[in-house]
Structure formats: structure tokens, C-alpha cells
């Protein structure tokens, strides 16, 4: 069965870290792009970062950069966000998901766009408060 799992979520105070992991079952990440996007109740899901199947490129939102890192470990089958200097707006349940084909390439990691054709695992939540 085809899965992603998000864990290492949790409670956090202000200026504090957190590192997410991504494990894939069922299938092999180093062949997906990889993309991590947050969700806050009434919200849209919003994009955070990404790191592409081709080059192993990575993006990151205005919001995030120079606080967190995407990386992968094939070997292990996972991918990871460091998140450092947490803020209390980075509140929220972490999504990360799978792309393989162009389009979902182009959306979760150019666009930080949802689209239908990216596979998503159940969320991680990450509360920054004090």
C-alpha cells in the first residue's frame, strides 16, 4: 500500500526547532518531488517547501526562508524540514506530499499549488506558543 507518514510534530515555544520526517511505504521517494504545506483551520492549505525529483533543487516559501531546510535521505526512504526560530504563525497541521509527473511537479514546487494528482499523507501537527 502506497503511504506517507509525517511525524515529529508537537508544542514548541517561540525561537524553538522542530524537525519533521516524511516516511514513504510502498514506494520509492527519490523518484517524487517532495513537498511540505501547513494548514490552519478556515485556511487553505499554503506551501512551505519542496525538493524536486530531477536535481534535488529545493524551494521554500517567503515565509520560511533562511528559518528551515528540506532534505532527503533515499536510504532511508524519507525526506525532512528542519524548522529553526519558530514563530507562533507557523502554527499548524504539516502535510507533506508526493509528485511524480509534471504537473504536480510544476504545482507543489514552482507554485506551491494543490492539485489533485499529489498524493498526501495524514499531517503532522506543529503548535508554536509560549
Known amino acids: 500500500q502506497v503511504q506517507l507518514m509525517e511525524s515529529g510534530g508537537g508544542l514548541v515555544q517561540p525561537g524553538g526547532s522542530l524537525r519533521l520526517s516524511c516516511a514513504a511505504s510502498g514506494f520509492t521517494l527519490d523518484y517524487y518531488a517532495i513537498a511540505w504545506f501547513r494548514q490552519t483551520p478556515g485556511k487553505e492549505r499554503e506551501g512551505v517547501s519542496c525538493i524536486n525529483n530531477n536535481n534535488g533543487q529545493t524551494f521554500y516559501s517567503e515565509s520560511v526562508t533562511g528559518r528551515v531546510t528540506i532534505s532527503r535521505d533515499n536510504a532511508k526512504n524519507t525526506v525532512y524540514l528542519q524548522m529553526n526560530s519558530l514563530k507562533p504563525e507557523d502554527t499548524g497541521v504539516y502535510y507533506c506530499?508526493?509528485?511524480?509527473?509534471?504537473?504536480?511537479?510544476?504545482?507543489?514546487?514552482?507554485?506551491?499549488?494543490?492539485?489533485?494528482?499529489?498524493?498526501w499523507g495524514k499531517g503532522t501537527p506543529v503548535t508554536v506558543s509560549s
Open positions: 506530499g508526493a509528485g511524480r509527473d509534471a504537473k504536480s511537479v510544476r504545482a507543489m514546487c514552482v507554485g506551491f499549488r494543490n492539485v489533485d494528482t499529489i498524493k
